[in-house]
């Protein structure tokens, strides 16, 4: 009698099975979302309304509030308010007019690199986007770790629990990022409700502490008088205050942080009814209204916040240790406004700062599964989120215990991500701009692209370690992806197979006899081709004459594309011979595909006939990885065994 199955074994499995599936929920949903260049047409409109989508993005944007202030008066001390000026005439001429066109150019949320990965081909095309996904990594992810470790902060040196709080920095901010992946694991719309209710406080108490602030300043006849002198005096007229407003202005990039996450959170935008995936006109639209009121909004807020912090607050106070240092706005709560209304601001700007991560979040969610799986560079399960937010929850941890919670030792990574985008993107529309024969804006997209990689060169200067934290994660990303692309190497990756009349014609004619195949690598195309490989096969495999056989040919087009649809057609050359042409990224892969589709179209199982490839086998394999070629004969076979685990149900190889 048979023992049967332990319960616990069985409540076990049923338990990991419960996991799973919860794990990879919305995986099909992922799929269809991101299906690759072949995907069909489907409906846009869905998703959010756009300020909805633009709270979402401005938890980052806006909560720069909470130290871009302390930033501008560190960099440029009493020249912050010119300097903040500068920074939103770039945000406004500069930043959003190339965003703009960037949603309209590329409204799918993976913004300019893909823009940028349509200008190269093959190999270097895939490496050109994986080092700007590098930066993108680089981008967001520092922003979830920076923006928990000044939330962190600013809980920390809050005097009713400084005393309590002191020297937990570090495991607060570890806390803040678990409660962000927490968030996202519950699911995306409760995040967006979330990122609404923050951002609608956060800016209503931001405008609270702005007037009160310029009632202090005006209301002390003093202040500004003293201030001007000041700048008069240190540097002498007003060119030279803008030279050096110019000279500052990378140290203040920090403050065009918003851009790229709006643009990577659009397909979250609710488009018009009308609207599909090639033609989104409302979501894109929306993502306009999004960039300009948040830009328009940021850039008021900038101006008057830098203005009476640096004319309010003492210099001291703004130097590492001081009691403004990265929270200049709180500073001016507790000062003016009292505890209480202080200890809100605290917890407002704690909360925002915490979920500022929330965006970078959502844009990495977005931006990485459009690109890593497509490229067989990650595995099928990076298409859906729960198993992502683990990875970047992860990864955000580990950056955060490397620089140990350091706001400041961060800055230079998170500006380094953000310039090197935002430089990639004025490049990628002024290129588009010169494609559409727009002369007046190829010359201002090309002016834009000029100031941004100044100020990326300039930043990288000063501050090398955010392009050597940016070249970790390119590293770490090329190579987890070529280890994927390895380890998926042997992946029936053929998305769909199509054939013509002609070709389904010479299958349906021999589906009531055996149904042969030769691989033929095509060269001449002529007679003595088809007769010497015909009469080869025949001998080394004993067939006789009588065998009604169709040659099968595959060009190769973008090797270093992973997923494809294999298109099929057929014709009659030199009047007797019938040949299958096919056209996919790969030739075992092709012929691994149509073999099976014949087998299920027919129900018949096909026999395909190889010739043994000269070279040594690891060459033909790097041909294979590399350029879809290769030694063809073991590696469709490899590709049918893992495709179809039934050895009755498999098509049959034959090598000779």
């Not at 616990?8 to 099975?17: E, F, I, N, Q």
């Not at 500004?224 to 000279?247: F, K, R, S, Y």
Request: glycine fraction near 8%; include cysteine; charge should be neutral.
């Amino acid at each position: 009698m048979a023992a049967s199955a332990p319960a616990g074994s069985a409540s076990g499995a049923g338990v990991r099975h419960r996991v799973r599936a919860w794990m990879l929920e919305g995986l099909t949903d992922m799929a269809k979302r991101h299906p690759g260049p072949h995907a069909g047409p489907q409906s846009a409109h869905q998703g959010q309304r756009w300020w909805r989508v633009m709270c979402l993005t401005g938890v980052d944007y806006f909560s720069t509030l909470g130290y871009q202030p302390g930033i501008a008066a560190l960099a440029a001390g009493l020249l912050s308010p010119v300097a903040t000026v500068v920074l939103v005439i770039v945000t406004l001429a500069g930043a959003l007019p190339v965003y703009r066109r960037v949603a309209k150019e590329s409204p799918h949320g993976q913004g300019s690199i893909a823009m940028l990965e349509r200008l190269l081909s093959f190999w270097k095309g895939k490496l050109f986007v994986l080092t700007l996904l590098g930066f993108a990594a680089t981008d967001f992810l520092i922003t979830i770790t920076l923006s928990a470790a000044d939330a962190a902060t600013h809980l920390v040196e809050n005097p009713h629990v400084s005393s309590a709080l002191h020297g937990q920095q570090m495991l607060i901010t570890l806390v803040l990022v678990a409660l962000l992946g927490a968030v996202f694991l519950k699911g995306f719309l409760e995040a967006i409700g979330v990122a609404v209710a923050l951002v609608g406080l956060y800016l209503a108490l931001n405008v609270v502490v702005a007037v009160v602030g310029l009632w202090h300043v005006f209301a002390a006849p003093h202040v500004v008088p003293d201030w001007t002198q000041a700048l008069t005096t240190e540097h002498g007229n007003a060119l030279a205050m803008i030279g050096v407003a110019l000279l500052v202005f990378p140290k203040l990039a920090l403050g065009l942080s918003g851009f790229e996450t709006g643009v990577a959170v659009m397909p979250h935008i609710e488009g018009d009814a009308g609207d599909t995936e090639e033609r989104p006109t409302g979501r894109i639209r929306g993502a306009k209204k999004l960039l300009t009121t948040a830009a328009v909004i940021m850039s008021v807020f900038l101006i008057v916040t830098s203005f009476v912090t640096t004319v309010l607050i003492p210099a001291a106070a703004f130097k590492p240790g001081g009691a403004a240092n990265g929270r200049a706005l709180a500073y001016l709560a507790h000062e003016y406004l009292g505890s209480a209304f202080g200890t809100v601001y605290d917890v407002s700007t704690i909360a925002i700062l915490w979920f500022a991560g929330a965006s970078a979040m959502a844009g990495l969610l977005n931006l990485m599964p459009q690109y890593l799986p497509r490229y067989g560079m990650a595995p099928h399960w990076a298409r859906a989120v729960r198993p992502m937010v683990l990875v970047f929850t992860a990864v955000a941890f580990l950056v955060t215990w490397i620089f140990d919670a350091d706001v400041d030792a961060q800055g230079g990574a998170y500006a380094t991500g953000v310039l090197v985008l935002i430089s990639s993107a004025a490049i990628a529309v002024t290129i588009a701009a010169h494609r559409a024969r727009q002369r007046g804006w190829t010359i201002g997209f090309a002016v834009i692209a000029v100031v941004f990689l100044y100020t990326t060169v300039a930043n990288v200067i000063e501050r090398p370690d955010g392009v050597k934290i940016g070249a970790c994660f390119i590293a770490g990303i090329i190579l987890i992806s070529f280890l994927s692309r390895l380890a998926r190497a042997f992946e029936l990756r053929v998305t769909s197979v199509a054939l013509d009349d002609m070709s389904e014609r010479f299958i349906r004619d021999v589906a009531h006899r055996k149904i042969r195949f030769i691989a033929n690598e095509p060269d001449t195309r002529d007679v003595a081709e088809y007769r010497d490989k015909l009469q080869q096969i025949r001998t080394d495999n004993d067939l006789p004459v009588s065998e009604d056989i169709i040659f099968v040919e595959v060009t190769v087009l973008d090797p270093s594309e992973f997923e494809s649809e294999l298109r099929v057609h057929g014709e009659v050359l030199h009047g007797r011979y019938r040949v299958l042409c096919l056209e996919s990224t790969t030739i075992s892969n092709a012929l691994a595909a149509l073999l099976l589709h014949v087998r299920d179209m027919t129900d018949q199982r096909p026999h395909i006939y190889f010739e043994w490839t000269e070279g040594n086998p690891f060459a033909q394999f790097l041909r294979f990885f590399l350029f879809g070629q290769g030694e063809v004969a073991p590696v469709t076979r490899e590709v049918l065994r893992e495709a179809e685990p039934d050895r009755e149900r498999r098509p049959r190889v034959h090598v000779g």
